[in-house]
């Protein structure tokens, strides 16, 4: 037993996953907690005739009071007796409990409660038996073809021309814009250099500028109906200065040589279709895995605490903020993070899963460019806030769903069995 005999601790089931511990702790327990409770205050009071730490435990209590030594004890022997009583009846708590001192006699026992939620039991599928479906890897000479015309494109030259403007060239504009007739910068250029045909300009904009020449005007005008112009009236006057067409290099093994390290075109369009066949396995690869794992998460049936959902929506709204609707989405998407976390962390346990130094810092490599620092920042920041643990998690539950995927039957529509070995060997380690 982790409690000696004197500490009783007794469970209540309130719920599958909430339940209440009473425990009772006798003050001959307590001495030496009375001892550093009455240190501390010691240590915190000054009174006369007394050196700061050598004040007796009698003048404390005359003077400070006995209350405020009880004070001490109780915020000394609630976590470590919580604690103790958890891992006795081995529960597996899930959030913060709430804690009440339910009865305090001074010189016999404190008792108090605590009411927690534990994290659910739950029937896991066998994984072989989860199927998902993802579309085959299909390179065709079509898109290679595109993709190799798109690099003959960075490698085009500018050339002026004396006519109409047409869908693909870089023509040069002037734009003034006026809203509600008054003069916009937000709607003004000058030399501004815009492919035709792309969608970057205002809405018109393209179909209107298509046979444009040099020095003629064409007005466009539009309600905008968002941002800081909404439901006004803008007009935007497009001037053009010059019309320059695209001239893509000869597709021969010389353009190869320049372009790449091949000799030949063959050679390059070999080499960008392995990688676009590189690409699409790694996609495939990602569909499987989030295919895979909502097929698990609907084969399980799972409830979540009550208290904990309540906890976290409550803490989303605390500011008031967002519509019914807003609220719902809220809820539907908390089930669903907190169902993924509940099943991951029991395959993580269940598989034996550890994350090692390499693991971590490959995850802090490929998540620091979302926050905008380096990893060696990230990881700094995460020690800081004493964080390392959520990496950490979050690393964990990734090699769990990858064990699943591992194991289940992944399939294209015609029933090919897809490889995903190269995404998931080496898991078990």
């Known amino acids: 037993q982790i409690f000696r005999s004197k500490v009783k601790a007794d469970k209540e089931v309130l719920t599958p996953t909430r339940v209440k511990l009473t425990i009772q702790v006798p003050f001959d327990e307590l001495k030496s907690d009375f001892q550093n409770a009455y240190k501390a205050i010691a240590n915190q009071v000054t009174i006369p005739g007394f050196r700061k730490g050598k004040v007796p435990t009698a003048i404390i209590d005359q003077r400070v009071g006995r209350a405020a030594v009880l004070e001490e004890v109780v915020n000394s022997v609630l976590p470590r007796t919580y604690a103790q009583a958890v891992k006795e009846h081995d529960l597996d708590p899930f959030g913060p409990p709430e804690v009440n001192v339910s009865e305090l006699k001074d010189n016999e026992s404190i008792t108090f409660t605590a009411e927690l939620d534990i994290r659910p039991e739950f029937e896991m599928p066998a994984f072989s038996s989860i199927e998902a479906v993802v579309d085959a890897v ?7 073809t595109e993709q190799f015309d798109l690099l003959r494109r960075r490698f085009a030259t500018m050339k002026v021309v004396e006519r109409a403007a047409e869908s693909g060239d870089l023509i040069i504009l002037d734009a003034k814009g006026t809203v509600d007739g008054e003069e916009s910068d937000d709607y003004s250029a000058t030399a501004l250099n815009y492919e035709l045909g792309t969608g970057g300009l205002v809405p018109g ?10 020095d003629e005007t064409k007005d466009i005008e539009f309600v905008p109906e968002d941002g800081p112009h909404k439901d006004k009236k803008v007009r935007v006057t497009f001037t053009c200065t ?11 093994d010389e353009f190869a040589q320049m372009a790449s390290e091949f000799d030949t075109v063959a050679e390059l369009k070999a080499d960008l279709a392995e990688r676009i066949r590189r690409v699409q396995v790694a996609e495939q690869a990602i569909a499987a895995r989030e295919k895979v794992f909502e097929a698990l998460l609907a084969a399980i049936d799972l409830e979540i ?15 008031g903020h967002g519509d019914d609707d807003h609220r719902d989405e809220f809820e539907a998407d908390t089930i669903k993070n907190l169902k993924s976390s509940l099943v991951l962390d029991k395959i993580a346990d269940q598989e034996k899963v550890q994350v090692n130094e390499v693991e971590l810092s490959e995850w802090l490599v490929r ?20 964080s390392l643990g959520i990496a950490l998690n979050e690393v964990r539950r990734g090699k769990a769903l990858t064990v699943v995927v591992s194991q289940a039957s992944v399939k294209t529509p015609s029933g090919e069995v897809v490889d995903l070995s190269e995404f998931t060997n080496g898991v078990e380690q």
């Open 138 to 144: 299909k390179t065709d000479d079509e898109f290679v």
């Open 205 to 214: 904009a393209d179909e209107a500028l298509i046979g444009i020449s040099v």
């Open 242 to 252: 010059g019309v320059r067409e695209r001239e893509l290099p000869e597709a021969n």
């Open 305 to 319: 605490p009550e208290n904990v959902l309540k906890r976290e929506i409550d803490s989303h709204f605390v500011d």
């Open 367 to 386: 998540s620091a460019p979302r926050y905008g620092v380096t990893p060696e920042e990230l990881a700094d920041e995460l020690v800081k806030n004493d």
